[in-house]
Every structure is written in C-alpha cells, then in structure tokens.
C-alpha cells in the first residue's frame, strides 16, 4: 500500500514539476546573449560533387543579429562587398548591398524568406530566431548527444509560410543550448540536419561553428567563427550605409 | 545420329517427348530471372563522343530530355484563376515523384524586378489562388520578358505549358508518374506533351500494346491458314507446340543466361520486340516443313511410321542446316554497337537450334503415336495450294531462261534505288500522320518552345565578358535557323540583372564590360535569390555553361546541317577562350544511326558469307554455297533499293529489324537445294528432279508464306517501326520465296547437268 502510494505521489509530483514545450523553448529563447557581437566568418560549401566554395567575411552585428553588416574579404572576386541588413517588426527588412565594381549601393529584396542565404544550405528563415508563438512545441523524450544529456524538443509551426513542416531539436539540460537539429519539409521528409560547436566567451555560450547539410541536394555548409569580440560597444551608426564601402581594420 | 534419332522415335516416342518437355520446362524456368527493361536510354552505346558530351552535360546540368505538357482549351485564354490553380496543384504533384528532378513552370518560376531602387527576386506565382490583379501583374511581367514568356505560355494565349526534367534519365517510370498527375488533373483542358523523354517513356508501352494485340491477330491468322490447308487440327496443334516450346525455352534462355552473368544485355528490352515474331517464324517453318512432308508420305505410302521415317531421313539435314545457318548469322549480332543485340543474337540463336531439336524429336514422337485416320481429307486429298503449286512449278519450268531473265532484269533495276536510300530519324516521324503523339509534338513546336534541344558544353571563365558575349554571340546565330525557337544560356540572366541592377534601363541589357561587375551581378544574386537557380545554367566552379537551343522535330539529317553550320560559325567567330562541343539527344542519334546502320550492312555481309560457308562444307560444293544465298542476297537488295525507290528513310530501328530477312530468308533455299540433291540421287532423271523438287519443297514453302502473312497485321501498329516490322516480314516472306521458286529454281533447272547429282 505504501508502495502505491509513494508511486502516485512521485507521478503528481513529476506531472507538476515536469517541464513542458512551450517552456523549454522560452527557456532557450530566454538564454543571456551578448548585446554586440564581431566576428570573421569562414563559409565552406561543398556541393554534391564534392566541389567545395569558400568565403571570409567579417561581421558585425546587435541585437541578436537583428542589425548586421557583413564585408566580404575572400574570395578575390568578392573582395569589397559588403552587406547591411537592417530587420523591422512591422514592415519588411532592410537590406543593401554594396557593389564595388559598379560603385552602388543596391537594396536588395527577398521575399522568399525560403531561398538560401548566400548559396549556402541556410534559408534567411534559419538565420531568423523562431518567433514562440508561431510555433507548437512538445517534449519528445531525451537522449545524450556527444555524452551531453539532451532534451528532444519538437517544434511544429502554426499557420505560417514557412518550408518546414517540423523541426526536431537536441537541447542541451544543463545550459538549454541547441546542439543539433533535424528539419523536415513540408511532405515529412527530412530537409536539413544541422550540428552547432559553442564555446564559452565572457558569460556566453557563442557558436564556434555551425555544419548544415541538405540531404535533400546533397549540399552542405560549414560557418566557422574566430577572432569573436563580445559586447564591445559597436555603435548604432556602424549600420548605416556609408560604412559598406570601406573594410574596418 | 539420324538413325539413332529414327530408332528412339520409332521406339521411345514417349520417353523422347518427356525428355523434351522436361529441358523445355528447365529452359522455361529461365523466366524467372528474365528482367523486361524498357528503359530505351540503357540501350544506347556509351562510347560516341557525342554520348560522352551529352554526358558531362547531364552528370553537370541534370537530364537536357524534358517532357513537355501543355495545357488549355482553343481560343480561351489562359490567364485565369483557375489555369494558375491547376498549373500550381500540378507542379507540386509532379514534383512529388520520386522520378522528377525538376519541373519549370509558372509556379517555380523567379522574377527578377527593380522596384523603386529595389533588386526584388520573387515567385513568378507567389499563391495557388490569384486575385485578378494579381493575374494582371504577371501578364505584363511576362509580356516585358518574352524569352521567360515563351517557356510557360503559348504563342495564342491559349496553352500554359510545364517542362519537367527526368531524374537519372528513369523515363519509363517517369512517364508514368507524370501521365497519372495530369490523367487526374487536367480533365477540362486540352492536353498535349512532347520532348524526348516522353517519347522514349512512352514507346515502349506501345510497342508492348500494339506487338501483343496484334502479334495475337497474326497469330490466329497463323493458325487459321494452317488450318485451311493441313486441315487437320491435330496437326496444327503440333505445329503450335512446337512454337511455343521454343518460344518459352528462348525467352527462359534469356533469364538464364542474365542469372548465370550478371549481364544487362541479357535484359528483355524494346530491341528484342521481333525476338518472338522471327521465332515464331522460324519454328513455325520447321514444323509445316515436317508435317506437310509426312503428309505427302503417308498419302504415298499409307503407313505412319514410314512416313514418320522418309520425312525425318528427308528433312534431318536441311533443318538443321536452316537453323544452324540462321542461328549463326544472328550470333553476328554480337558484332552490333547496341549491346543488347548480343543478347539478342545468342538468345535467338538458342531458340533457332532448340526449334530445331523440337521439330526432329518430339514432333515425329507426337505423330508416331497418334492414332492418324488415313482415309480422312487431310491425309487422303492433296490440298487447293499444293496443287497450285504444281502447276506453278511445271510452268515456271518450261520458260526457265525467261522466268530468270525478268527476276534478274527486275533486281537490276530495284538495286538502282540502292544508291538513294537515305540515312534519317525523326524521331516524331516514328508516328503516323494524325497519332496523337505526332500532332501533340508539332502543336508544342508550333505554340511552344519546341521539344528537342541542341547543348552547348561551353567550356570557359563564366564571368569573363568576351565568354559571355561569344556566348549570345552563338545563342544569335542558333536562333536563326528556322528550326530554332529559342535558347537560354547564363548570358542571358547576366544580361537581365545588368538591366535591373541598372534601374531598368534597357541600354544595360547587356553584358557588363569587367568580369569584376559580372561577378558582383552573381553575388547579389546569391544575397536576394536562389544561386540554385543557376544549376541548368553554370556549374558550381564557373568554369561551364550550357547554352541550350530550343528546336522543333528536326531530323538527324537537318541537326548535321545545322550543327556543321554551327561549328564552322564558332571556329570563326569565337574569338575568347571559349571551348564548344555540340551534343544532345539529336547529335546523338545522328552518330549513332551511321554506327548501327554500318554494323548492319556489316553483319548482313558477315551472315550472307556464313551461310555460304556452311552450305558450302554441307552441301560438298562451291556452287551450291553460291546457290544458296541467292535468295536471301535478292531479297536484300530487292529491300533495300525499294527503300530507295520509295524513300522510305533507313533509320537505326529499320536497320536492325533487317536482321528479319536473315532469319526468314535463309530456309527455302537451302530446303531447295537439299531436296534437289536428294531426288537427283533418289533415282529421278535429269528432266524429272526440277518439277519433283518444286512438288516436294514447294508447297511447304507457300503453306510456310502463307501462314505468316498474319503478321501483315503490324502494319495497322501506330508506329512506323513495327508497320516496318510487319511489312517487312511479309516482304521476306514472299521475295526469298519467289526468289527460290523462281531464280534459284530456274538458275538450277538451266544448270541442272552441271548440278546433277552434285
């Protein structure tokens, strides 16, 4: 009897306790984050032929990425130009692009938040953060990644455009970080799985480096972070356009 | 042996025709490993340097054999809401098939605009419902771009057309899929599809329909004949078993032959369609020679089994030599370019000697054990034909010299044609005037794009603008042959964001003047669109580009005009350091219907010179080896000048059904000359042996003509090949048979002192 009773009492105990979806995902959403952040970028992409492409890119971004400009360095042909990306709540983002052969600034537009982000295997809908209530989370079960105890969060999206039909995510228990992450499109079938390195910069979990691959096409991505500053004190006039000619030392 | 075979057929009938059907049985098991494969791009040699291009192109680009859907209704236009709906819920349904690697339509389409300072990169169609407006907006987009507009909507307005690309060239599977989407969706519009992989999707499953159903009408026609003239359904039956005996056993050898190897060309593939009907021939030939000799011999001699034993002692020697001549001049397939054709060549032989082995075993065990009325029409009464034949013989025979001087004037004049025959496909003209297939082709060349495409494997630095401008510069002189109705290259979208990134100004609407502003172009393009978008355009290094030329039908002959032409154009114009190889499914075929049709000619001349060889060792005589291939040799150039005569255009499926000939046009003369022989030594005189040989080998020879015109059928087939097919069959039939009864005949009765007992 008192056997039962114990039992029944651990069953209340976990169901109050127990943590749910939707709180976990706020629980990552709410992780601390840098207020600035600079950073040189190394993209490799290799395609299904094994041919690979690869750039350097030097960023500088707040606010969570919302405000980000991005100067090319390599390859040759790329030298020079630079990329602002401005993003609004309510009105669709800016974003300009610096052209030094031609010596213009052009405003670029996608609106297709689905196509890949610099022929990489991200689409700028994976460079946005998830906004909560556009989405369903639930708790899937949990598994150790790397030796690292990982809840499974799955996150299905409410009526939005958006080329997935679900994500399934690995979040680390102790810190909530995402360490890997499968997407799925929009028939059920897996689109992408992403993999994320951190390292610990000041107080910061900061990703070290990201590897994405579309099994779908056969492509994959790799973005490496070095030379990172944290919380430096980049200045809200960094984000203008006149900053895309010139390359900061 | 053949005493041995008399003994065992005479004694052991039973245990002969257990024996049989036991090998029969294990032959058949065979099937089981037998893989029909319809696949017609698996038959294609790979080591034509224009295959190889074609190639790089696809292993690069994906497949440059699109199929092509268009869909409307006459008169009505199509911007509509609900053509937007239906091309949208197509697209994505297609896109659903595992076969489909890319479908280009409005619904995948980009828009590249420059909106009020802005580089916009959007869908062509954003929704599956459109408002009005919305409608309105991408008309006047695609009448400001008509190169975009001449891929999706059709010349009137009226047809809004899908181009899906085929994924690892499965286009059988693919046709399917795709068939069944627009079967389901599109039930309240016209339809029309063309483009390669359609058609070589497609073909099969008409080959297979039109050869079953019709090959059944011969076949019955077959029986019907026999009938008529054996009058004995006994004796039919036995000649059908036979048939199908070897038929299976053929077929069974297929699969093992596949299972013992491992090799594809073993495969049963859409080459190997007139495998069954040059059998059934064949077997068919064996048997009507046996019965229709016992026959003759019991009506003689009123006793089955000395009957049973004339006809084998008669016919052992030539059957097997007809089978081993036929068997050996199609083992010279295995010389052919197409590979499949070895298999071909061994499996037909095997089924030619296991024929063989059928009509000299179990058909003479059937008989000896069946209870034979002797006084019944069949065995009592010579037949309509069999005394037509008599008749025939004695007449043809007294006028010997002119009988042979009119077959020899007549093959004089045909083989004139000879020099006319014309080397061509089209592969639209495979279909009769009126097939839907053909009129649905020729509305898309016509409304549309076209369905057949010339490649451009342009090798060269992508952002060099002397490339791309050498790039337009070919794309201009490909769009002025009138066969030509457009063509894409990465030229083309270089020049449009040159345009856009330039605020729309069509002065910009070319190729920047540094390769540094070309590359700034492809940036931008990757930061505000897809770069995937490129992926049929340049490969992944910039170092390749495809130009393609959209055409209509054009004939193999028509892309060697237009791609010499076009090479020596490129040799002096193109002044940067751009490499060009032409290629694609039209360059292909021209290279390869030369190939087959050579190795055609080659493994006739190679088949004619064996079968003299062999009657030459078996007959013991030059002369008869030079007799022998009379026949066969008219009926070749009889074939081939009327082709030339009629301008029936030889293409690669006509040259290889030639091999037909072969296979029928070999046993009446040496069934002759065997016959012949045997009556020359048999006692009858020199004025005798003519008029003894046409009554013997005569009627056997007609009954096997005859029977076989059944397949005249073919010619009601939707597709010129298997008209060729059919025609060709009753065109073998009756000129090597009129070519033995008449100039091997009378070439024999003129120098019958010198062949006399030879």
């Known amino acids: 009897m008192n056997l039962i009773k114990l039992i029944l009492i651990s069953i209340l105990f976990h169901s109050l306790f127990a943590l749910t979806g939707i709180e976990l995902a706020q629980l990552v959403d709410d992780r601390e984050s840098p207020k600035d952040m600079k950073s040189n970028m190394n993209m490799i992409l290799t395609n299904k032929n094994g041919k690979i492409r690869t750039s350097s890119i030097r960023s500088y971004s707040t606010d969570g990425n919302k405000k980000q400009i991005l100067w090319f360095l390599a390859p040759a042909d790329d030298k020079g130009v630079a990329y602002l990306k401005i993003e609004h709540e309510d009105k669709n983002d800016d974003m300009k692009l610096w052209l030094p052969n031609f010596k213009k600034v052009r405003r670029i537009s996608s609106r297709k938040k689905t196509e890949s982000f610099m022929g990489s295997d991200m689409s700028y809908e994976d460079m946005t953060s998830r906004n909560m209530d556009e989405y369903s989370y639930s708790i899937s079960g949990s598994e150790k990644v790397n030796d690292i105890d990982c809840y499974i969060l799955e996150s299905i999206p409410n009526e939005i455009k958006t080329e997935y ?22 028939n059920g079938e897996l689109l992408k799985s992403k993999s994320i390195i951190y390292q610990q910069i000041k107080m910061y979990d900061i990703m070290k480096e990201l590897n994405v691959k579309n099994v779908q096409r056969n492509h994959q991505t790799v973005l490496k972070f070095d030379n990172i500053e944290v919380d430096s004190g980049i200045e809200d006039n960094i984000f203008h356009e006149k900053n895309l000619k010139r390359i900061p030392k | 042996m053949k005493s041995w075979l008399l003994h065992q057929v005479l004694t052991h009938p039973i245990r002969l025709i257990i024996v049989n059907i036991l090998f029969t049985m294990l032959f058949a098991y065979g099937l089981k490993w037998m893989i029909v494969d319809d696949n017609f791009m698996n038959m294609l040699p790979k080591d034509i340097e224009s295959r190889r291009v074609w190639e790089e192109v696809e292993t690069e680009f994906g497949s440059s054999e699109m199929m092509f859907i268009a869909f409307g209704n006459s008169g009505k236009s199509i911007y509509h809401q609900e053509s937007f709906k239906s091309v949208w819920d197509l697209t994505e349904l297609i896109e659903k098939s595992p076969y489909v690697d890319e479908v280009i339509s409005i619904s995948t389409m980009n828009r590249m605009d420059s909106n009020d300072g802005f580089m916009e990169v959007d869908d062509l169609q954003p929704n599956r419902i459109l408002s ?150 064949i077997a068919n030939s064996d048997g009507v020679h046996f019965i229709t000799r016992f026959f003759r011999e019991v009506r003689k001699k009123g006793n089955v089994n000395e009957a049973v034993t004339t006809s084998l002692n008669a016919l052992f020697l030539p059957i097997f030599l007809t089978s081993l001549t036929t068997a050996m001049a199609f083992m010279t397939l295995i010389s052919s370019p197409i590979k499949h ?37 069949a065995l009592s009464q010579t037949s309509y034909l069999e005394r037509w034949i008599e008749r025939l013989g004695q007449k043809i025979l007294v006028v010997p010299k002119r009988v042979l001087t009119f077959g020899v004037l007549l093959i004089f004049i045909v083989s004139f044609g000879l020099w006319k025959v014309n080397v061509e496909v089209n592969v639209i003209k495979f279909f009769k005037p009126g097939n839907p297939i053909r009129e649905s082709s020729e509305f898309i060349d016509r409304e549309l794009t076209g369905s057949m495409s010339l490649l451009f494997k342009s090798t060269g630095d992508m952002k060099d603008p002397n490339v791309l401008n050498d790039m337009l510069l070919i794309q201009e002189k490909a769009e002025s042959f009138p066969q030509s109705n457009t063509s894409i290259s990465i030229a083309d979208v270089i020049k449009s964001m040159h345009k856009v990134v330039m605020d729309d100004d069509p002065n910009y609407e070319t190729i920047p003047e540094t390769r540094g502003k070309v590359n700034n172009l492809f940036t931008m393009y990757s930061m505000s669109g897809n770069s995937d978008d490129f992926n ?9 580009g495809l130009i393609t030329s959209l055409l209509n039908s054009i004939s193999t002959n028509e892309s060697v005009e237009m791609v010499t032409e076009l090479e020596s154009f490129i040799k002096k114009n193109v002044t940067s350091k751009l490499d060009i190889k ?48 009379i026949p066969l040799s ?69 009954l096997d003509v005859a029977s076989n015109m059944g397949f005249a059928a073919l010619l009601f087939s939707a597709l010129i090949p298997l008209n060729y097919m059919g025609g060709l069959m009753v065109f073998a039939m009756v000129s090597t048979s009129l070519g033995t009864l008449t100039l091997l005949a009378t070439i024999v009765e003129i120098f019958k002192k010198n062949l006399y007992k030879k």
């Open chain 2, 341 to 377: 054709m070895m298999g071909y060549g061994i499996a037909i032989a095997f089924g030619i000697l296991w024929a063989w082995i059928l009509s000299v075993t179990i058909l003479p065990s059937i008989i000896v054990l069946k209870k034979w009325d002797l006084n019944s029409v």
């Open chain 2, 132 to 281: 009005v407006e919305a409608i309105q907006n991408i008309k006047i987009y695609l009448d400001k771009n008509p190169d975009v507009k001449a891929r999706v909507i059709g010349k009137s307005g009226d047809f809004m057309s899908l181009a899906v690309r085929p994924k690892n060239n499965q286009v059988t599977m693919f046709t399917k899929d795709v068939l069944a989407v627009t079967d389901s969706l599109l039930t309240n519009y016209q339809v029309h599809y063309a483009g390669n992989s359609y058609i070589t999707g497609v073909v099969p499953q008409i080959i297979q329909k039109d050869v079953t159903s019709l090959m059944g009408i011969g076949i019955i026609i077959m029986v019907i004949m026999l009938l008529a003239n054996l009058r004995n359904i006994s004796a039919v039956a036995m000649v059908m078993l036979i048939i199908m005996m070897s038929m299976v056993s053929m077929l069974g050898s297929m699969g093992w032959l596949f299972h013992l190897t491992g090799i594809e060309y073993f495969h049963f593939s859409m080459m190997n369609t007139s495998m069954p009907i040059v059998l059934l021939t």
């Open chain 2, 582 to 629: 032409i290629s694609g499914m039209v360059v292909f075929l021209r290279d390869f219907v030369d190939l087959v049709v050579r190795s055609s000619f080659i493994s006739i001349g190679l088949s004619i010179i064996i079968i003299f060889m062999i009657a030459w060792i078996f007959f013991g005589s030059f002369r008869w080896g030079l007799l022998s291939i």
């Open chain 1, 165 to 186: 039909s679900r994500h399934i995510s690995w979040i680390t228990k102790n810190s909530h970080l995402t360490i890997k992450e499968k997407s799925f499109d929009k």
């Open chain 2, 536 to 544: 049929s355009l340049v490969d992944y290094d910039y170092e390749t």
């Open chain 2, 634 to 702: 008219s009926a070749i150039i009889l074939n081939f000048g009327l082709m030339g005569h009629f301008e029936v255009h030889l293409s690669h499926m006509t040259a290889l059904l030639t091999s037909i000939i072969i296979g029928v046009g070999v046993d009446f003369a040496i069934h002759y000359i065997a016959e012949f022989r045997r009556n020359s030594r048999k006692g009858y005189t020199i004025d005798e042996v003519s008029v003894k040989t046409i009554e013997d080998v005569g009627y056997p020879i007609l």
